[in-house]
C-alpha cells in the first residue's frame, strides 16, 4: 500500500485559509473604517517606506525563495510513497521477551496458505505497515476454470484472519489482484493471462 500526503495537504490547506481569513478580516476592518477612514489610502507613501529602499529587493529575492522551497517541498510531498516495513516486534515487554518477526517471512507464508486454495497457480504477498496496522498486497494468479469469488472468499476467510492472529491486530488494509490463466495455447506457448480482477 502506498502511503499519501493527506496530512500534509490539510496542514497547508488550514494555513492558507487562515491567511486569507485573516486578510478578509483585515480588509473588512479596513472598509468599515476601524482602522481609519476608508477614504485614506493603505500605504501612505510608496512600499519603499515600509522595508527601506536598500532592502525591498532583498526582501523580495528572500520571500519568492521562501515560498518556491516550500511549493516544491509540497509538490514532492504529493509523490505517492510505500509505507516503509522493518521488522515487526510483536512483543514488547522485555521481561518476557521479545519476538521479532519479518515481513518478508510472513509474505511467504500467506503466499503458501494461498497456493494451497484450490484453482489458485501461484500468489505473490507484499506485508508492509506495522504490527498495529499492517498492510498486505496479494497477486493470485488462478486457473481459467477457477471461481474467482470463492478462491477470494477463502483468502478473506481463512488467509488474512491468519495474518491478523499472528501479528495480533485487523489488518489496516488489503489489495487482492486477481490473473485468471489458461491452459497452454500449444505446445511451444502458454497464454500468460486472460483478464486481471482487482479486490
Not at 32 to 43: K, N, Q, T, Y
Not at 90 to 105: F, H, K, M, S, Y
Request: glycine content about 10%.
Amino acid at each position: 500500500m502506498r502511503a499519501h500526503a493527506g496530512s500534509t495537504n490539510r496542514v497547508w490547506l488550514t494555513i492558507l485559509g487562515l491567511l486569507c481569513l485573516a486578510a478578509g478580516v483585515w480588509i473588512l476592518l479596513l472598509a468599515s473604517g476601524v482602522l481609519g477612514r476608508p477614504a485614506e489610502p493603505v500605504l501612505g507613501g510608496s512600499p519603499e517606506t515600509l522595508t527601506g529602499s536598500q532592502y525591498a529587493p532583498v526582501t523580495a529575492l528572500v520571500a519568492g525563495l521562501l515560498l518556491g522551497l516550500l511549493g516544491l517541498w509540497w509538490l514532492l510531498a504529493q509523490i505517492p510513497r510505500r509505507r516503509a516495513a522493518g521488522e515487526f516486534r510483536l512483543q514488547e515487554d522485555p521481561a518476557r521477551g521479545i519476538t521479532v518477526c519479518n515481513p518478508p517471512v510472513l509474505a511467504a507464508a500467506v503466499e503458501t496458505a494461498t497456493g494451497r486454495i484450490p484453482g489458485v497457480r501461484g500468489a505473490t504477498a507484499l506485508v508492509r505497515g506495522t504490527p498495529e496496522e499492517p498492510d498486505l498486497t496479494l497477486k493470485v494468479t488462478v486457473d481459467a476454470r477457477a471461481d474467482i469469488r470463492a478462491v477470494v472468499d477463502r483468502i478473506q476467510q481463512a488467509v488474512v484472519p491468519d495474518l491478523a492472529l499472528a501479528l495480533g491486530n485487523p489488518l489496516h488494509s488489503l489489495g487482492i489482484q486477481v490473473e485468471v490463466s489458461t491452459r497452454a495455447g500449444s505446445a511451444d506457448s502458454a497464454v500468460s493471462s486472460t483478464g486481471t480482477v482487482v479486490y
